[in-house]
């Protein structure tokens, strides 16, 4: 059970390799900055794409909900396919 909570409380190797980069003299912050600002960039383009086609899915389900609500009440007759006009 410790060694669940230690994983789920321990930062990302990710932020250990940030906050390394970070603390060197003079330049680790420019070179962060260089390195991960880039990365940050695409993490929030995806991050957005995916909100952007979840609110699409919900929007064509409660447009499909709509149509469906608006068409309980009619009446459909079933079409006969082979129907032949004499005139």
Do not use: C, W
């Not at 410790?2 to 390394?20: E, G, I, N």
């Not at 919900?58 to 009619?74: F, L, P, R, W």
């Amino acid at each position: 059970m410790k060694d669940k909570l230690d994983k789920k409380y321990l930062p990302s190797p990710l932020t250990f390799l940030r906050t390394t980069v970070s603390s060197i003299p003079f330049a680790g912050g420019a070179l962060e900055h260089l390195i991960f600002d880039k990365m940050d960039q695409n993490n929030n383009y995806r991050i957005n794409e995916k909100i952007k086609h979840i609110e699409l899915n919900i929007g064509a389900s409660y447009e499909y909900k709509q149509i469906i609500e608006s068409n309980e009440n009619k009446i459909f007759l079933p079409i006969k396919k082979n129907i032949q006009l004499n005139i």
